[in-house]
């Protein structure tokens, strides 16, 4: 007979489903079928939006099932055999650059338009896809073999037969499957039993949301109390599930192994639903440069037209364009693309291999000149301006304050509660009647403060969600999950484990008072006095801690007394309407927020037995209920929460990172405006702000006051409009309120303040504000962070950064670029992204120059002998022009600096000239152009007038006068050398020469080695390049630039 198991579906955190979704589950067994229902929490973020149905899973059993579900693989590879040619030429020729040369090069084939040899134009074509391809393959290689890796992995498949091995891609939905410690799970699984005896385990989410904390899940219990699987259980079970009782893919098992039932897989699971494609970013100066290549082509198109005209138009004079077109074609360089991304590359290398920046890593090697540009720096708090790492401060008890130097009173008082009681349990064993009531001689107050002190040390160490983990000693064999005599409970082995930093403070805290946690699992906790005795707990019910409550509790009864106590703690907002009313917490909470604590209220509740079976229906009732469950839920605790007696009030410090005052100092100092975006409250975020000196000493801080409709936002930016030069604090949800009604107005006036501050921000917010700016100001955004929180952040922006922090590696590892402190940003940008903007800036121009040259030169020797459409250099000149001749001095600018790495520490201020992007603009490039137009001409005429017999001789003249240009511009251009641009001067020149021979069929050997070429050169050379010199040394002298100043 079949027992029908409803398990109702569960609305989880991460639901926003927008409608519940029945589904079921059915346990296996022969003849046992058991529909139930399944949870809510998967985010349908797909882009096919599937229709949500109610499924059936019949455990152990997936051939039953009637619908396709997908396969569960893995799948990160951009492209398959067949779309991987296709898909990487695609990426090349959407540029217009490149699109170009395809089309020049193609032409090549028509004999009416063939100009010279076809390797002319096919050689750098094809080296430039060649490197693309290769370097494409291997990425998409790389990604193959991870995901072959992963999707092999094997697993234990429970069947009727026993178990079976299984790979992760098999598996099917429907399957047992067996998940031992430290195994990946596989799929989004239900969790239906544990080795684990408390019937629960640890699993690491480190690779799903960046948070390196362990969550805690709990196996169903009517399938963990089976004694196996396939039995009937009489009468029918009914069990709601919730988002505890899930396994997720790509968490890692962290204690005991697990068995559970496959609900989704492949891109049903929540990890992959989750995660979004990242935009391929472009840099600022790549498309400058586009908009540069365009203009040079309406530059060609026009020349062409130009000598088409003074043609007259004869003949077929459209085929006579095209080819004047490809004579010209030289004036937009193909090699730009090559150079500049063989340059990005060796900034890469360089930004990796810096010593004063250890442990950074470049991930996206085509943005390192956006390091150059920016105007605002987005960071995020907890983890990036400070450790993470809580160290518990102050206990304020409303008529008393510890701090970090009076720990030992507190300890003193614990000692004295737990010995009195002791001392008096002894003796009172004949009449029985409870320890607690028994009266000390010492005097009444004395004793109140000192019990207070007990109870308050007493809810911290009971009120948590915190589990001491215990390392099994190595050595031991056998199953470790039950070996427990063999594991090391001394104190020297235990680590805690909880989901949030502060709570493992609370602890370790308790722990160096006397009072320490050694033991906890679902249903029990057990603390140690400073006597040794241990005291045990029953852990009654628990309330997790959630966003919108604020606030955790715990309901507990003392095995030695039988009482049952309600403990609470939570932020001020949630609690001061909870507790009894006070005088002094307000005003406490404020002046810890000040000192930059976070704080937390601790508060108690007796309950009877009768009031707490009286909760506990209502509770299980309300838990069972298929509809509005989180509501019903909530109103049932809500009943607990009334007048609870307040107990302490605690102050918890996050540390600030190393450096971070001189680094925001200096960014500031470089014109870069810093906004803080955080998860955490208000006052917290204005105290780390002014501790970091976010917000410099002097100035004023206007805090936005909360407004939930159209008109008091208008009001509060008003009000705002009024200050002058002050920093804004701003909470998410009123920014969500001003966002809606005046985008336009708040973007304006919060882009005048130095520094900004949102705290309460939801990820999701964080990205919006990072898009905001992008869109308003037009400017470049640079967002750092370390958690999974900040991955939308870090990249929407357009320079993403992030810190391999205590949060783990997700943010770091979806960044552009990783680094190991946040204090490393600020030679990231002053020292390397002020040298890859201006290198790539020199190089960019000198490249076009060294078309722009060749083309002047054909264009004048074009016109000379009657505007024909006859190439001036052939095949191999052209070929070797802009390869062996000159590629080395040229792609040596890479190593060029206009300051010292120290000079552009110490003046940040230098960073400031570098976002008006002057170093690369309409003015400069027109600079280059007429520099080109005037060497040129001097080239081409002066080799037409020194020739004397043979056009031989003008070709060898005019060619070697060329390249010395070339080697010679390359040494105005430089600022500062380096022995490898010297080097590559020289390799150059003795390349040039030694080529001499081999060309004979371009050169009159007999004439080359005549003292008439050497001089006719010299004197073309000197007339081309001197001038240039000359105006480059008055230009230094009359408008010396702001930074030689700090280097004379």
């Known amino acids: ?158 069947t009727v037969r026993g178990k079976v091995q299984v790979k992760s891609s098999d598996i099917q939905v429907g399957d047992l499957i067996i998940v031992e ?93 989750n995660t979004s494609n990242p935009k391929n970013k472009v840099g600022l100066l790549d498309l400058e440069l586009n908009q540069l290549t365009k203009a040079l082509f309406l530059a060609l198109v026009a020349l062409s037209l130009v000598m088409v005209t003074l043609q007259g138009f004869v003949g077929p004079w459209y085929r006579n364009l095209f080819r004047f077109l490809l004579l010209f074609s030289y004036i937009i360089p193909i090699s730009l693309r090559v150079n500049l991304d063989m340059g990005k590359a060796a900034y890469g290398w360089m930004i990796m291999r810096d010593e004063n920046i250890p442990g950074t890593v470049v991930r996206t090697s085509t943005i390192p000149e956006e390091l150059g540009r920016l105007v605002y720096l987005l960071t995020d708090k907890t983890g990036t301006l400070t450790q993470n790492e809580m160290i518990f401060k102050r206990l304020h008890l409303g008529t008393v304050s510890y701090g970090t130097d009076t720990m030992d009173e507190i300890q003193s008082h614990v000692m004295n509660s737990y010995s009195q009681m002791y001392s008096q349990a002894s003796g009172n064993n004949a009449n029985s009647t409870p320890p607690r009531k028994a009266q000390s001689s010492a005097p009444k107050v004395r004793k109140s403060v000192s019990s207070r002190v007990h109870e308050a040390v007493k809810a911290i160490a009971l009120c948590h969600n915190v589990t001491p983990v215990y390392e099994a000693r190595a050595g031991v064999t056998g199953e470790t999950e039950y070996a427990e005599v063999d594991q090391d409970f001394s104190d020297e082995n235990r680590t805690y484990q909880a989901s949030s930093p502060d709570e493992v403070a609370l602890v370790q805290w308790t722990e160096s008072v006397g ?113 509005d469950r989180m509501l019903k839920v909530a109103a049932v605790v809500e009943s607990l929460e009334r007048e609870m007696e307040l107990l302490c009030l605690t102050g918890v410090e996050d540390q600030l990172q190393a450096d971070v005052r001189p680094t925001l100092e200096m960014l500031r100092n470089a014109g870069i405006k810093i906004w803080m975006l955080t998860g955490d409250k208000l006052e917290t975020a204005t105290c780390i702000a002014k501790s970091s000196h976010l917000v410099s000493r002097t100035q004023d801080i206007h805090t936005f006051r909360p407004v939930t409709s159209r008109g008091e936002a208008h009001l509060e930016l008003n009000a705002f409009r009024r200050k002058h030069d002050c920093a804004l604090v701003i909470s998410g949800d009123s920014l969500e309120v001003c966002l809606r009604y005046y985008e336009h107005e708040l973007a304006e006036l919060a882009c005048q303040c130095p520094a900004v501050v949102c705290c309460r921000c939801s990820p999701t917010q964080k990205a919006r504000i990072v898009k905001l700016l992008q869109q308003r100001t037009g400017k470049r955004t640079c967002a750092i962070g370390d ?72 264009a004048v020797f074009s016109s000379v002998f009657y505007f024909a459409s006859v190439p001036l250099y052939q095949g191999f000149l052209m070929v070797g022009y802009a390869t062996i001749y000159t590629m080395f001095p040229v792609f040596s600018l890479v190593l060029d600096q206009d300051v010292k790495p120290e000079m552009a520490m110490l003046y940040p201020e230098l960073y400031k000239d570098l976002t008006k992007g002057r170093s690369l603009s309409f003015k400069t490039f027109l600079v280059w152009v007429l520099i080109s137009i005037y060497q040129g001409g001097i080239l081409m005429y002066g080799a037409l007038l020194l020739f004397e017999s043979e056009f031989v001789h003008v070709v060898a003249i005019s060619f070697t006068a060329l390249i010395l240009t070339e080697l010679l511009m390359v040494a105005l251009t430089v600022r500062t050398w380096h022995w490898l641009m010297v080097v590559a001067e020289f390799l150059s020149l003795g390349c040039y020469i030694a080529s001499l021979a081999f060309l004979n069929e371009y050169f009159d050997v007999a004439f080359i080695t005549t003292v008439t070429f050497l001089w006719k050169v010299s004197a073309i050379t000197v007339v081309s390049c001197l001038p240039l010199y000359v105006l480059k040394y008055l230009k230094r002298k009359l408008s010396p630039p702001s930074y030689s100043k700090l280097t004379s």
């Open 787 to 858: 958690g999974g929180n900040d991955v939308s952040m870090i990249q929407a922006a357009d320079c993403g950064i992030g810190i391999e922090g205590k949060e783990g590696k997700q943010a770091s590892l979806a960044a552009d670029f990783s680094i190991t402190q946040f204090k490393h940003i600020g030679r990231l940008l002053m020292v390397h992204g002020r040298s890859s903007y201006k290198r790539s800036a020199a190089l960019g121009q000198f490249v076009m120059h060294r078309g722009l040259i060749i083309s002047t030169m054909q």
């Open 1 to 158: 007979m079949a027992d029908q198991i409803p398990l109702y579906p569960v609305r989880g955190a991460a639901a926003v489903a927008s409608r519940k979704r029945a589904a079921y589950y059915s346990a296996a067994g022969p003849g046992a079928e058991r529909p139930g229902s399944c949870c809510d929490w998967l985010i349908n973020i797909c882009q096919r939006k599937r229709e949500l149905k109610a499924r059936t899973v019949w455990l152990g059993y997936p051939e039953k099932c009637e619908e396709k579900h997908p396969r569960n693989s893995i799948k990160n590879q951009k492209y398959n055999v067949f779309t991987f040619i296709p898909g990487v030429l695609y990426e090349q020729f959407k540029f217009f650059l490149n699109l170009y040369f395809l089309i020049v090069s193609c032409s090549q084939f028509v004999p009416a338009l063939k100009i010279g040899y076809l390797y002319t134009y096919w050689a750098p074509l094809g080296f430039v896809l060649a490197v693309t391809i290769v370097r494409e393959a291997v990425d998409e290689f790389r990604r193959f073999q991870r995901d072959k890796e992963v999707n092999s992995q094997l697993y234990s498949k429970l």
């Open 515 to 627: 009072l320490t946690l050694v033991n906890r699992d679902l249903t029990s906790m057990q603390l140690r006095t400073p006597g040794g005795q241990i005291l045990t707990y029953c852990i009654l019910q628990m309330f997790p801690f959630t966003s919108e409550s604020k606030r955790m509790g715990v309901i507990v009864r003392d095995e030695a007394t039988a009482e049952i106590t309600f403990y609470m703690k939570g932020a001020d907002v949630a609690m001061s309407t909870i507790v009894q009313y006070n005088d002094w917490l307000e005003e406490e909470c404020g002046n810890m927020a000040r000192e930059g604590l976070r704080t937390l209220v601790v508060a108690k509740r007796a309950l009877t037995e009768e009031q707490y079976q009286d909760f506990e229906s209502r509770y299980s009732q309300a838990k069972l209920s298929v509809h």
């Open 181 to 273: 410690k430290n195994q990946r799970i596989p799929s989004d699984m239900v969790f239906l039993r544990t080795s684990e005896k408390a019937g629960s385990c640890f699993i690491r989410t480190d690779q799903l949301d960046g948070e390196t904390d362990w969550k805690l899940k709990v196996a169903v219990s009517c399938t963990q109390r089976l004694p196996a699987l396939g039995e009937d259980s009489d009468p029918p079970v009914h069990e709601s599930l919730s988002i505890e009782n899930t396994l997720w893919a790509s968490t890692i098992v962290a204690s005991g192994t697990v068995i559970g039932v496959v609900i989704y897989t492949g891109k049903e699971t929540r990890s992959v639903m």
